[in-house]
């Protein structure tokens, strides 16, 4: 299976459904460390992701990511907005006018949204952001397609190391966004934007399966 | 030549608070805007409220944007960016700068008609600034 | 043990608004007052508002006072000499800090059940604090 | 002729009135480099100075200035209120209990304002204050006493050395205060603080002629 229109579009249809079902819990984890809205944002933006495609009827996967970002960008109101949103954009762009994206393409995408999200926020592993969540799974999606893996297998691989990610960010003392304030507090608690990550990922894994 | 001035908060209430304390100090030359809290008033950042703010800011001159923290910083940088991709945008300077000393250092400096790079590395030098 | 958070400004919407902002994030443990304006509602300070502001912030375990400019931070001081002449004041810091950001810093600090010297520490560290 | 309870009452008197005779200038070179309210400022503090010392009835010249300096920390409002304040408080205090304060003592008693002044403002002479009024007006008037003047000569020294000072901060550029954001727009025009100073200076000349 490639990365097409239809893949692109049921993947964020996908999320925002999940994050809708998760939007308590996501709520909560940034009640714990944050501000408490991490799951009314996410909601938010990704409606207003689903509302752009449509407008849009985007041609290519890439528009479809393109859109998704813009709307993300525009609705969102959290550092999830633009980070996500920024993260889609570059994706889409990576993708140029493929029609149908290779799992390979994918990777190199998944590479240009964790490159977007590191020079916009700064942060760097470890410092208990969305960043610990995402950078595992790209090399592991990459790793999957080296070792011959086709867009499915890469995609579980992602979504397993993106959990695997959000476990380890509960030891983390946060060192970017609202958390930092916290100091030593933020310990203890998984990150809320690396949870919202996991879930992103889970959905690309479910609709290329 | 006047810069623009536009303050960026996730409060609705401190954006607007701040520009009509340096407007106070600034005088009515200096075209102050708030950009505070999502498009539907809640704490948070809406990229489209900034962009307007820019654009009724400007009069030409350029625009120094003033950020509190978190999503406002991430939301004005990112808006910077979409700029570069349009043509005839406004010239958008972010200031690195304290929220409240930033914004009046900057709405002072500007109002005696210096431009935006006097205006951004004035906001910018109120970290240097002390107190007691 | 929760410290008080006193927040002085020469706008009584800016003292206000901030400590909203800061209430957000530090969440109830934290009692933080706003002492913004004259006595009757102008762009100035007022003594006997700090002082109240102060005396309802404190539950015994000292207040962290943070001014904006000028004026605040001049009644502030002279509100801190006046109290060491009275017998039981609470325990009151001023914190050199840029505003919002300080008061962010200081009242999630607090949240965490700091004390007052790590409370105050925290707010000046926020002018080593870098947005972009 | 000394410095007695009447004296100094008068004194304070005689200051709100010409402060309020003068508001509408004062507020005028507020406003041309600060932010336009000095003269409300000094009008309603000078007027709680007279409400506090009517109030206290205090029985030594000392006490008439520490009730005075009361009143404007309470009511004054801008930065003029605690400078002037704990001037006069600090000058009522270096009285001590003293009923008939000689020429000698009042010339330590305005040594004793400016030194809270520059301690509480943390300004120096040429940084555009009150201080450039006050500074050169303390010197004058001990100097008039060493050369063996009485209270009312060295009351006018120091009116005369007020308002010089006062004409010299026109070509300064601010340091200190609201005005110092202006940078060299502040240059040009005089110090409102320094202007408020030389009135009051006056208004002791005066009431001990
Ligand atoms: N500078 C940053 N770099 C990377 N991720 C960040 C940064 N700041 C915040 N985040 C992520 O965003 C999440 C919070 O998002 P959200 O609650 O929607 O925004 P806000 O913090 O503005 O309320 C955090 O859990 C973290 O994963
Ligand atoms: N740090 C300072 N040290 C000495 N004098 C000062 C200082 N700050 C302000 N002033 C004096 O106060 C005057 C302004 O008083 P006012 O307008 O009543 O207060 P504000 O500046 O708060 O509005 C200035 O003209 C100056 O003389
Ligand atoms: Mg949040
Ligand atoms: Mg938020
Ligand atoms: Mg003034
Ligand atoms: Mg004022």
């Known amino acids: ?209 | 030549m006047t810069v623009g001035i536009v303050l960026v908060s996730h409060s609705p209430a401190v954006a607007g608070s701040v520009a009509d304390l340096a407007a106070e100090l600034a005088g009515p030359s200096v075209a102050i805007r708030a950009a505070g809290g999502t498009d539907d008033g809640r704490f948070g950042t809406s990229i489209e409220l900034i962009s307007a703010a820019v654009r009724s800011a400007d009069s030409g001159d350029g625009v120094c944007v003033i950020m509190d923290m978190g999503s406002s910083v991430l939301t004005s940088k990112t808006l910077v960016e979409d700029l570069e991709d349009e043509a005839d945008a406004p010239v958008v300077r972010l200031a690195d700068a304290p929220f409240a000393e930033g914004a009046v250092a900057a709405a002072v400096l500007a109002s005696t008609g210096q431009d935006l790079d006097a205006v951004v590395a004035s906001a910018e030098h109120a970290w240097s600034m002390r107190k007691l």
């Not at chain 1, 984890?29 to 501000?35: E, K, Q, Y």
């Not at chain 1, 009314?40 to 970002?69: H, Y």
């Not at chain 1, 493929?98 to 592993?125: C, F, H, P, R, S």
């Open chain 1, 1 to 209: 299976m490639a990365f097409d229109v239809q893949t692109a579009t049921a993947w964020i249809t996908a999320s925002e459904a999940v994050v809708k079902a998760n939007e308590a819990r996501l709520t909560g984890l940034d009640a714990a460390i944050g501000d408490g809205d991490h799951g009314a944002n996410m909601a938010r933006g990704l409606a207003a992701a689903l509302a752009n495609i449509a407008e849009k009827e985007p041609a290519t996967p890439g528009d479809v990511l393109v859109a998704a970002g813009r709307g993300i960008v525009a609705k969102t109101g959290g550092a999830s907005g633009p980070l996500y949103g920024t993260a889609f954009r570059r994706a889409g762009k990576a993708l140029g006018d493929a029609t149908e994206a290779t799992a390979e393409q994918v990777g190199d995408a998944l590479e240009a949204a964790l490159t977007a999200i590191k020079e916009l926020g700064g942060a760097a592993e470890g410092d208990k952001t969305m960043v610990d969540g995402l950078a595992p799974a790209v090399a592991a999606f990459r790793q999957a397609v080296a070792d011959g893996g086709d867009l499915a297998s890469a995609s579980v691989a992602a979504a397993d190391a993106a959990e695997a990610g959000l476990a380890a960010t509960v030891p983390l003392q946060a060192r970017k966004g609202r958390a930092s304030y916290l100091g030593a507090r933020s310990v203890g608690h998984e990150d809320p934007g690396a949870a919202s990550l996991a879930l992103i990922l889970r959905a690309l894994a479910e609709v290329t399966a």
